[in-house]
Structure formats: structure tokens, C-alpha cells
């Protein structure tokens, strides 16, 4: 089992250019969920799927973010434009049911300058 | 609805103990805990549902008090490799236990 995996590690980018996160969750998983990470806010949770289904996208923070889940094993997080204050480090995470823990990928560094 | 987690930083020699406490201002279906190392993602340790349960792992255990809307992770004679960020999840219904809201964290530091 190669867990959750996120590309990329880091990503660099100019404020306004639009940057896609990816993420691939652990096969079987039924749930997979974005969160973002800063030291001020902590762990935010920002969308989950249930079988490839957005069910909750209450924290999305604006407009110019959008996921998607085309299918079981891949799920995109893009953001245009992008801004400085969405630096941060993104993580997906995916679980097989309720009840069980989180298995987080390695997330993305993200910088915007 | 951001639990509430205390203390917010320790510092420990090996060997000494320490607890970590979470605290809801809403009633709680589940708490997780999971420990994160510098430049890592998060790990799971454990899991504890609603009917006030005690769970343990080596030597980390946890309890979860519905009533009063808390959990506590113990970590008994801490090793150097317990070294890390602490953080609670917590859900708020059966229906939405897939959806964890986080502390903000306890730095754990131990010392030789």
C-alpha cells in the first residue's frame, strides 16, 4: 500500500498564475478530504468527497478555489488565481469508512509571490 | 467549534510524563489524536467514540469524557521519538464523523 499520495512536494508560483494540487488516495477509500495547513489557522478542513462526491465544500474559501474527483483515484485542487496569502502546505487525506483514522498524504508546500 | 487544546507547548525529559487536554464547546460523537514531526503530514495514534472509552497504544492511552465534552492523551515515560505536534480532531455527529475539525495543537519537545 503506497498510502496517499500528493504532487507536488513544492510548488513555487507567481501571484495570479493558477496552481493544481493533486492527490491520490489509498485504494478502497471511500472518503478523501483537503485540508490546508498555516501556523496561524492550523489544520483547516476544506472540501471531502464520499465516492467522488463533493458532500461538504463549506470551507472553500473563495471562488477561486475548486476541487474535483473525476474518479476513485485521483482528485485535483486548483486554485486561479492565486495569491500570497494562499501560501501554505495542502494536505489530502483518505479514509475507507466513519469510524477510522485518517491516513494523510505528504502534502504540498505551496509559496505564492 | 474549533476544539480548544491545553497546554499548548511542553517540554519534557525522557521518561517523564505528560498530559494532553481537547476540549469542545459542542457535544462530540468521536475524538482522534494524531501526532505530526516537523515537515511531515500527520499521523493517526488513535480513535475514541461516544460512550466514554479509554483506549492505549504502547504507551500513549486516551479517555473520552462525552459528558464534559473532553479528551486527554497520556503519554507515559516519553521517548525522544515522541517529539512532535499533538492535535486533537473532534466530530460532532455520527453522521459527520468523517468530518474532523482540529485543535490547534500541542508542541511536544523531549529532551535526553
Known amino acids: 500500500d503506497a498510502g496517499v499520495i500528493q504532487s507536488p512536494r513544492h510548488e513555487v508560483t507567481e501571484m495570479g498564475q493558477e496552481v493544481t494540487l493533486r492527490c491520490k488516495p489509498i485504494s478502497g477509500h471511500d472518503y478523501l478530504f483537503w485540508y490546508r495547513q498555516t501556523m496561524m489557522r492550523g489544520l483547516e478542513l476544506l472540501i471531502y468527497?464520499?465516492?467522488?462526491?463533493?458532500?461538504?465544500d463549506s470551507g472553500m474559501p473563495e471562488d477561486r478555489f475548486s476541487a474535483k474527483m473525476p474518479n476513485a483515484s485521483f482528485s485535483t485542487l486548483k486554485i486561479q488565481p492565486s495569491e500570497p496569502r494562499d501560501s501554505a502546505v495542502y494536505f489530502c487525506a483518505s479514509i475507507r469508512r466513519q469510524g477510522h483514522g485518517y491516513t494523510f498524504g505528504s502534502g504540498t508546500r505551496l509559496t505564492v509571490v | 467549534q474549533q476544539p480548544v487544546q491545553s497546554p499548548q507547548a511542553v517540554i519534557l525529559r525522557e521518561g517523564e510524563d505528560a498530559v494532553i487536554n481537547c476540549s469542545s464547546s459542542?457535544?462530540?460523537?468521536?475524538v482522534h489524536w494524531y501526532r505530526q514531526k516537523h515537515g511531515e503530514a500527520p499521523v493517526f495514534l488513535m480513535i475514541l467514540l461516544k460512550g466514554g472509552e479509554q483506549k492505549g497504544h504502547d504507551k500513549i492511552s486516551a479517555s473520552f469524557n462525552e459528558k464534559k465534552q473532553q479528551s486527554s492523551l497520556y503519554l507515559t515515560a516519553s521517548q525522544l521519538s515522541y517529539s512532535g505536534t499533538y492535535f486533537c480532531?473532534?466530530?460532532?455527529?455520527?453522521?459527520?464523523?468523517?468530518?474532523?475539525?482540529f485543535g490547534k495543537g500541542m508542541k511536544l519537545t523531549v529532551n535526553p
Open positions: 459542542k457535544a462530540l460523537y468521536s
Open positions: 468527497f464520499n465516492n467522488n462526491v463533493p458532500i461538504d
Open positions: 480532531g473532534t466530530a460532532l455527529t455520527q453522521g459527520g464523523s468523517e468530518k474532523l475539525v
